[in-house]
Every structure is written in structure tokens, then in C-alpha cells.
């Protein structure tokens, strides 16, 4: 069983940068896609951005391309969500996925339903105001 702990949520400016971090224990994300999702208030979740775990292509929405980098340190177990020039409307919860079954980043992002997703964090707010 994997558990995963995101991190790095907090309240920032518009146009301001902030990092999250997701953990995982109980097992080795080696080989798992990987991946970050989000909750708008009075919106449904929706996928950001994903990393393969058979070829570590990622994966982008078009809200997140050019400005927001997913990237994984296998040695750490743990993955990440940089962020940049952030918008009022990045105002989320952000959850952390990852599953070992799927292969491609897109698949994960785009294919799968959230809620089919093996292994989901707990989330991580972020506040952006203007």
C-alpha cells in the first residue's frame, strides 16, 4: 500500500511561484505514472499535469503549459509541482496520484477517472489573490 503526503500549499500573489511536494512511503514509485490533479471551489477535479512511468514523458493541461513543471526524484520517493506565474484562478486544492498500472502520462491525465487512480493524497491548498 502507498500512501502519498502532499506539501508546499499555501497562500501566494498573482504572478508569484510556489512548489508542491508529494511523498510517498510503503513502497517505491519506480515505474508508476505519477501525477497532480486539482479541486477549484465549485468545480469539479481536474487533471494538471502527469509524468509516465514506463517512458517519464509528461503530460500538461493547456491551463498548466509554460508555466507549471512536474518533475520526480526517484531516489527520494517523492515528486513535484513547480509553479509559476501563478493566477487567482490556480486557486485549488491540489492532490497528488499515482498508479502503478498506468503507463502513460496521458492516459493518467486524460483516460482515467480520478477516483480509478490506485493511490490519491489528501490535497494541498493553494490561494492566489490578486
Known amino acids: 500500500q502507498v500512501q502519498l503526503v502532499e506539501s508546499g500549499g499555501g497562500s501566494v500573489q498573482s504572478g508569484e511561484s510556489l512548489t508542491l511536494s508529494c511523498v510517498a512511503s510503503?513502497?517505491?514509485?519506480?515505474?508508476?505514472?505519477v501525477g497532480w490533479f486539482r479541486q477549484a471551489p465549485g468545480k469539479e477535479r481536474e487533471a494538471v499535469s502527469c509524468?509516465?512511468?514506463?517512458?517519464?514523458?509528461?503530460y500538461y493541461v493547456d491551463a498548466a503549459e509554460g508555466r507549471f513543471t512536474i518533475s520526480r526524484d526517484i531516489s527520494k520517493n517523492t515528486f513535484y509541482l513547480q509553479m509559476s506565474s501563478l493566477k487567482v484562478e490556480d486557486t485549488a486544492v491540489y492532490y497528488c496520484?499515482?498508479?502503478?498500472?498506468?503507463?502513460?502520462?496521458?492516459?493518467?491525465?486524460?483516460?482515467?477517472?480520478?477516483?480509478?487512480?490506485?493511490?490519491r493524497g489528501q490535497g494541498t491548498l493553494v490561494t492566489v489573490s490578486s
Open positions: 496520484v499515482a498508479d502503478g498500472a498506468v503507463t502513460r502520462a496521458r492516459e493518467m491525465c486524460v483516460t482515467m477517472p480520478y477516483n480509478l487512480l490506485k493511490f
Open positions: 510503503g513502497s517505491s514509485l519506480n515505474f508508476y505514472s
Open positions: 509524468i509516465g512511468g514506463r517512458d517519464g514523458a509528461a
